[in-house]
């Protein structure tokens, strides 16, 4: 169960006496999402069925839109909005209307589409506040039912990584125990506040929720390396609007300042003389990521930049992981094992656990102000996987092969 929407139009008809082609459609849609007040992102995707999609990151704790042509000529535009709330919901459907005008087309809803909320039709808020809270208890009441003592559940969060937690809720905003969980399923009101975008507009509180999010989730809390120090001036930047548009509001005053301090930013008075400790940031902590069936767990302070295969890293250390898969059948874990390494490989280190086997063996670094460097591999019946762990410090062994030694099958 989720509030969204989905419509469709048949592009033979828009636009033009010809039908579009796919890549003007895009390049026409990209073009609106370029002008929007709020948007993250853009990106075109081709799904296996050679259709291809647009995908519109709107806000950072949301889906995004997906805008799709089809093969048979078919525009179908679609969103979840629940993870967002009210605010967002009403916002997709802003957008979906500036894309219907741009691209000459007028969005019908088919067999089980339209908007779960009724609000593209009615415009009902309380409606669709209704909707979104709706959703909010049935999902926490089945959380409540299913999940066994001890176990954290990841609510509107992504799927690519696993952020650590002692509550049983991770959230956008950060973790939420049991008792808030049961409070919300006795009384939806107590709920309203899970939501990165309640409010209808960009106001205060949307672009310090907006910040929030980012330091609760994307935020690598130390010196930033690569081109993080564009994101923590993207945080600054929403909370500084919000602190000029309504500076009443309850501001991370500690975690401001850190972030500040970062890359040399001000910080209004009242929250540089602010007192507390940074508690904010679930990249504090150790994650558990998650790329092409494996799971390893990584200090939350790595950067992951785009790459190839899996790359993670920090000012000192670099973690690679490749994914081999088998070209049929199952893939032979001997095999594999050794044409990584023959088993009598001096100092080879060995695991086997969960259905995973894998060997690692510790060399010399191939960069000069390397101290070491992990080769390694790991495999299942379903593929196998290559990691090389670096780092320019001697003391970072026993780390590196704990590292390894976290290689799982992300079943």
């Not at 089980?112 to 009615?122: I, N, P, V």
């Not at 507390?276 to 200090?299: A, D, E, F, K, M």
Request: glycine letters at 10%.
């Amino acid at each position: 169960m989720s509030v969204g929407i989905q419509l469709h139009a048949d592009i033979k008809t828009g636009l033009l006496s010809r039908k579009p082609k796919p890549e003007d459609l895009f390049q026409r849609a990209e073009e609106v999402v370029k002008g929007l007040p709020v948007h993250e992102w853009a990106a075109l995707d081709s799904e296996s069925d050679g259709s291809q999609t647009l995908l519109v990151s709107l806000h950072p704790a949301a889906e995004p839109l997906r805008l799709s042509v089809g093969a048979g000529g078919r525009l179908t535009i679609s969103a979840t909005t629940s993870g967002g709330g009210p605010g967002y919901h009403e916002y997709v459907v802003e957008v979906i209307e500036r894309l219907g005008s741009a691209l000459n087309v007028r969005w019908v809803a088919g067999g089980g589409e339209g908007d779960d909320s009724d609000y593209l039709a009615f415009r009902d808020r309380s409606k669709l506040e209704h909707e979104m809270l709706n959703w909010l208890q049935f999902t926490l009441r089945k959380v409540d039912e299913l999940v066994e003592d001890g176990m954290s559940v990841g609510l509107s969060m992504p799927m690519e990584v696993v952020f650590e937690s002692e509550e049983l809720l991770v959230t956008p905003f950060g973790p939420r125990s049991q008792d808030w969980l049961r409070r919300v399923v006795q009384d939806l009101a107590v709920g309203q506040d899970i939501f990165p975008w309640w409010g209808s507009g960009v106001g205060a509180q949307f672009h310090l929720n907006r910040a929030l999010c980012g330091m609760w989730s994307e935020i690598r809390w130390r010196q930033p390396i690569l081109d993080e120090a564009e994101f923590i001036r993207r945080v600054l930047a929403d909370l500084e609007t919000a602190y000029s548009m309504d500076p009443t509001l309850a501001y991370p005053a500690a975690e401001w300042a850190e972030l500040a301090g970062y890359v040399g930013a001000p910080v209004p008075s009242a929250i540089a003389s602010a007192e507390g400790s940074p508690s904010i940031g679930y990249r504090r902590r150790n994650v558990t990521v998650r790329n092409q069936g494996w799971r390893l767990t990584l200090p939350g302070s790595f950067a992951t930049p785009p790459s190839e295969y899996f790359v993670a890293q920090d000012a000192r250390r670099h973690v690679l992981l490749a994914t081999i898969k088998p070209r049929s059948g199952r893939m032979d874990v001997g095999d594999f094992l050794s044409r990584h390494r023959p088993k009598d490989t001096p100092g080879l280190l060995a695991f086997e656990q969960d259905g995973v086997t894998g060997q690692a063996v510790f060399v010399g670094g191939p960069e000069p102000d390397d101290a070491f460097r992990l080769d390694s591999a790991a495999a299942s019946q379903a593929a196998g996987a290559l990691l090389q762990i670096r780092s320019q410090d001697a003391d970072d062994r026993d780390w590196a092969e704990a590292t390894w030694r976290s290689l799982a099958e992300d079943r």
